[in-house]
């Protein structure tokens, strides 16, 4: 049993103290004050609330151990107070197959510390060319993605999202028309282009870390419209960086950061529900990879161990948003899109608790990284909100 002391957790939209009793996997009592002699958690001046569902990551296991593993993937969800991940399937063998899935599964079993729901990809290789073997896996998975380059092939997309909504499987798109590229029309064009599609087809359609405001105008109307099939997320790094800050690599991801116009909208998007949720895009690479020329070095920045801090300090804080609202787009909806099991602060719920130090501002540090990567543009800024303690079924899994 686990006793966590004088912290406070959200009801109502509302910080409320209690204390909360934990036995075996699941949150057995919660109450104003409780006294038990079992290990105990003092949780004074903290948030406690239910771990973070980032359904963004690239954890690189199997194929590019050197960048991340799920061993240490795992370990930096946890410090970041991320209690669900799904990991990205630009991975080597490619989670196009029932077999490659069961062998990033048994890595997952073995070494993940953190709940963890892989996606397949949507074509063979994330080639573009074949569709993966989506008939023999669609239980095995909750969703598809060719994360990390866009389907341009529209013909196996459509084939794709008939798949998809047959299995009820979530499609996740990286929105990326190749003409285009990275500029902010390569993201706008695919959006809306797919947005069509999405509306034709009618499968469960989710646009990964969105950034332009043409994007987020084109899913806005189809929302408005009653197509509640699709739905966006969007990255902590395009919602508090813009492009003026670009210093180096570690500031190098793709969607790139944009003008801050984009970035008012990103965030527009965020309060008025536009987008239900933020995932980290977490993307770690080596730091040889990284200190290549700009142009040369690879996308991709650490997410996963700030997302909630930077959540916390620039929009729960500042009262940008709601506390129910931040359960909403950390937690809930994640859950509710993904189809992945909840969890909540609540009697009988699961234990996957953050523990959130949100009284003392903390300047993040390198030495601090638990990521395999060093790639952060956030070393040496200060947020609140990092995590004390995060527990997984009921085991602390990170202890500051
Ligand atoms: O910045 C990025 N990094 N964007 C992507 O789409 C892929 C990712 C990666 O795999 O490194
Ligand atoms: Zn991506």
């Known amino acids: 049993m686990i006793l966590i002391k004088n912290g406070s957790i959200i009801r109502d939209n509302e910080l409320v103290k209690r204390d909360i009793l934990i036995d075996g996997d699941i949150i057995a009592k ?211 960086l813009n492009e003026t800050m670009i210093k180096d690599a570690n500031w190098k991801m793709n969607p790139p950061l944009r003008s801050e116009e984009n970035r008012l909208e990103t965030i527009k998007a965020l309060l008025d529900g536009t987008a239900c949720m933020v995932a980290s895009d977490h993307a770690p690479h080596t730091e040889e990879e990284k200190s290549r020329e700009y142009d040369k070095c690879p996308n991709g920045i650490l997410g996963v161990e700030t997302m909630l801090p930077i959540i916390y300090t620039y929009f729960v804080r500042t009262k940008k948003i709601s506390l129910d609202r931040f359960l909403d787009i950390m937690v809930n909806n994640p859950c509710k899109v993904f189809k992945l099991p909840k969890h909540s602060i609540s009697v009988a719920s699961v234990a996957d608790i953050a523990i959130l130090d949100i009284e003392h501002e903390h300047t993040y540090t390198k030495e601090e990284i638990v990521s395999k990567g060093k790639n952060s543009p956030y070393i040496g800024m200060s947020f609140y909100g990092f995590p004390k303690y995060t527990l997984v079924n009921g085991q602390i899994v990170y202890k500051q």
């Open 30 to 240: 919660i109450a104003p004050s409780i006294e038990a002699n079992v290990e105990t958690i003092d949780a004074t001046g903290c948030l406690v609330m239910p771990g973070a569902v980032d359904v963004h990551v690239h954890f690189r296991e199997p194929g590019f151990e050197k960048k991340e593993t799920i061993y240490t993937g795992s370990r930096a969800a946890a410090k970041g107070g991320v209690t669900t991940v799904m990991p990205m399937p630009n991975l080597n063998p490619c989670p196009d197959n029932v077999e490659a899935i069961e062998l990033q599964k048994k890595i997952i079993d073995k070494d993940s510390i953190v709940r963890a729901f892989p996606y397949a990809s949507v074509s063979v290789g994330e080639g573009d060319e074949k569709l993966s073997d989506i008939d023999n896996f669609h239980q095995m998975v909750t969703a598809i993605t060719d994360d990390g380059r866009g389907v341009n092939n529209i013909e196996l997309l459509k084939e794709a999202m008939r798949l998809a909504k047959k299995y009820d499987l979530v499609i996740a798109s990286h929105a990326e028309d190749l003409v285009d590229g990275y500029k902010p029309q390569g993201e706008y064009v695919a959006v809306r282009r797919e947005v069509e599609l999405a509306k034709e087809i009618g499968c469960k359609y989710h646009f990964c870390h969105m950034s332009t405001k043409e994007s987020f105008e084109a899913i806005r109307k189809a929302q408005q419209e009653g197509y509640t099939n699709i739905t966006c997320e969007v990255a902590p790094h395009h919602l508090i």
